[in-house]
């Protein structure tokens, strides 16, 4: 089968990408049909607007809260997981990432590496760093296992595999799993991949696990998942490493359910997952299961770069519900894979520049209508569209006193666009020169060219009228 | 410099703005019982009992004595040939007469192959369980492996009907949890399912396909 992870494309080529979606009917078609069904799932988890916005105030103030007090819970977290005997290690990038996996792997003898979904791990680009390393990290959620088995990336942060149909995944098992014959059934595709992971599972030398919350006074790491894969690879392995960005931790285990409750119901629409698996250590003596040996690793990748901001900070709140793709029209138009990063959709577009830079990225922040869905549903409240209008700046302007200059800053920067501003504020801020601008844009308004640039691409060119606003207003004022 | 000092100093470097205070979890959740009809046993339980079924779990009323027994029937009429369970209920089980049982009490690594293809079903305490979702409170041990609940195709869990509470939060500051976790501790609300085909929900993806909640109730309310 195919386990060779793909890099992903660079998110410059976000435009072409998107125009390909667009045009792609089916993929819309299919986009449109699972947005819809969860933005009806999750509308019904909600029917008191009064108690969700009471709800959102409470899962607002504690992300806030912990963020406040980043630093501290992160050492209070290492502390306590050191003590539970989870060891805990730190990497500022995807490279020391993906090196102290690789070496834990490398101490074990790995040959197969399961893997319960993590957002981080296709973050760091994880499965290509295994593969280098002559190592194999085989995906175990359904959705995530299918993309793999397709040499694809996923496509939602919820649900990986949503761009593609049950007769695409028929064909692609049939094609792809050995011994696995053709059928359209749900429940024997299913029942297909079970057979298969469960081997996969019993030899697996590692488990891999991302996280939801980790509790820093309990030293307590949090898994919401709705199959089981999550507690297999956290389970049966005799070494479980789990990893996660720094922004995760939350204080007190009594923060968590409040956070939980919004998660689960903002992403699916169910009231609760399946499973909610709370680990704080590895096998005890006397216990019979359960890994002997468990690391954390602490991902940065840029989100200090968004802390150090108190504006961008609230980006950190995020709990990765999925809501603000779901409820995009963006994202329903084009889909996950059009922007070409980890995260797709508003969370993508606000979170990726402090990943990549704002040099491959500064066309994310523009991809939006800025109706404000996504800051409406967010269950933490981040004011996503403030955050876009925000990087829209950072990207046109070079640093300004009271932030650090972001990576990238300044990155889509135009001598053009810069002059045609300071044209635009010269004529505003002198009445003769906007009256004679007013006059001869009116008087030799056929001149205006056909072709505008960006704007004629989709839309009608622009023609000022015959006559300016004053002189239509000085007209109706006579008698 | 480490990528930890490293990553602190940049996170302690930054500007602190105002603190918010502490949030105050408990006093969110007094307001919203405040505003509801009183909490009662009969109430949780026919919630709980509700929640499960829309999970697709199903719940069958047992007493003390006579649990075993009616699991001796359950397996009987589900076909379940080899039932697995932890140390602690091996003596009642095996007093029952039920068929196939088998404890587990052998590190896993003795018996990987067995226990992910012999055995059908497997029997688990719980701890508690939570009416506004549907939800058993499980904390494996010593005596009941992580797994036991998990693998088996089948899982039965006993829950005592006086220790469903009303929510999570008041799950976890009853039972004092932040006091000590265990090793691994879970809520599981119904079989493993997924939808990651076409949004097609599907029973059984990688743990159990059916859950059955044995509801431990007093005599005189089976009758
Ligand atoms: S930004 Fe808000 S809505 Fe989007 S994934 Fe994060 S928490 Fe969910």
């Known amino acids: ?479 | 410099m480490s990528d930890r000092d490293d990553i602190l100093q940049r996170l302690r470097a930054a500007p602190r703005g105002k603190a918010p205070l502490l949030p105050d979890v408990s006093a969110f959740h007094a307001a919203l019982a405040a505003g509801m009809p009183a909490s009662t046993p009969a109430a949780r339980r026919t919630l709980f009992c509700e929640k499960m079924a829309f999970w697709h779990g199903e719940v069958v009323r047992v007493t003390h004595d006579s649990w075993p027994e009616k699991l001796r029937e359950l397996c009987l009429a589900k076909g379940v040939r080899s039932l697995l369970c932890g140390e602690r209920h091996a003596v009642a089980l095996r007093g029952a007469g039920i068929e196939g049982l088998k404890t587990y009490d052998r590190p896993l690594e003795e018996w990987k192959a067995e226990l992910f293809q012999n055995i059908e079903a497997g029997l688990t305490s719980t701890r508690g369980g939570i009416a506004e979702t549907g939800t058993l409170i499980i904390w494996p041990d010593a005596s009941e492996p992580r797994l036991l609940s998990l693998v088996p195709p089948i899982h039965f869990a006993l829950l005592d009907a006086r220790q469903i509470y009303d929510n999570l939060f008041t799950a976890m500051s009853e039972q004092g949890w932040s006091a000590g976790m265990p090793t691994n501790a879970l809520l599981v609300s119904g079989p493993s399912k997924t939808a990651d085909i076409q949004v097609t929900l599907a029973y059984g993806a990688h743990g159990p396909k059916e859950l059955i909640v044995l509801l431990l109730v007093d005599e005189e309310e089976l009758a």
Not at chain 1, 70 to 89: A, F, S
Request: charged share 25%.
């Open chain 1, 1 to 479: 089968m195919n386990t060779q992870a793909l890099r992903f494309v660079p998110a410059s080529e976000f435009k072409e990408r998107a125009a390909a979606a667009v045009a792609d009917e089916h993929l819309r078609h299919s986009f449109r049909g699972a947005m819809d069904f969860l933005i009806g799932k999750r509308a019904a988890q909600f029917p008191d607007p009064v108690a969700l916005e009471q709800q959102r105030a409470l899962a607002e103030h504690i992300r806030k809260y912990s963020l406040a007090r980043l630093p501290d819970l992160l050492e209070q977290l290492e502390r306590k997981l050191t003590e539970n005997g989870i060891q805990v290690h730190w990497a500022a990038d995807p490279e020391q990432a993906n090196r102290i996996i690789i070496d834990i792997a490398r101490r074990h003898s790995t040959r197969l590496m399961v893997k319960g979904k993590s957002m981080v791990s296709e973050e760091i680009e994880l499965n290509h760093a295994m593969a280098d390393a002559g190592m194999e990290a085989l995906e175990s959620d359904m959705g995530e296992y299918i993309v793999q088995l397709d040499g694809e990336k996923p496509s939602h942060i919820i649900m990986p595999a949503i761009h593609k149909t049950k007769q695409e995944i028929a064909r692609l098992f049939a094609e792809r799993v050995p011994g696995a014959g053709y059928t359209e059934s749900v429940d024997e595709l299913i029942g297909i991949g079970r057979a298969v992971l469960r081997e996969k599972f019993m030899s697996a030398d590692i488990g891999l696990s991302g996280v939801n919350f980790a509790v820093a006074e309990t030293g307590t790491l949090c898994l919401v998942e709705n199959e089981g894969n999550g507690r297999m690879c956290t389970t049966v392995p005799d070494v479980h490493i789990a990893i996660t960005g720094i922004e995760k931790v939350v204080e007190k285990l009594e923060h968590v359910p409040p956070l939980f409750g919004l998660l689960t119901r903002s992403a699916t629409g169910q009231a609760i997952t399946t499973y909610f698996n709370m680990i704080s250590g590895p096998r005890r003596p006397g216990e019979k299961d359960g890994p002997r040996e468990m690391h954390l690793v602490l991902v940065d990748n840029g989100r200090t770069q968004a802390y150090s901001d108190e504006q961008l900070r609230s980006t950190l709140q995020c709990i990765r519900c999925g809501a603000c793709m779901n409820h995009c029209p963006v994202y329903t138009r084009i889909g996950g894979h059009a922007y070409g990063t980890t995260y797709p959709g508003p969370i993508g577009e606000i979170i990726s520049p402090h990943m990549l830079g704002l040099a491959a990225t500064h066309v994310l922040p523009t991809a939006s209508s800025l109706c404000g869905a996504c800051g409406e549903v967010c269950p933490v409240r981040i004011p996503i569209p403030d955050l876009l209008i925000r990087l829209r700046g950072e990207a046109q302007h070079d640093e300004r006193p009271g932030h650090f200059p972001m990576l990238g800053q300044g990155a889509a920067k135009s001598r053009v666009i810069d002059a045609i501003w300071a044209g635009w504020a010269a004529l505003y801020t002198r009445p003769a020169l906007y009256r004679a601008f007013g006059w001869l844009a009116t008087r030799f308004r056929a001149l205006t060219p056909p072709m505008q640039s960006g704007w004629t691409v989709s839309r009608t060119p622009l023609k000022p009228a015959g006559q300016t606003l004053h002189e239509r207003m000085a007209a109706r004022k006579r008698p």
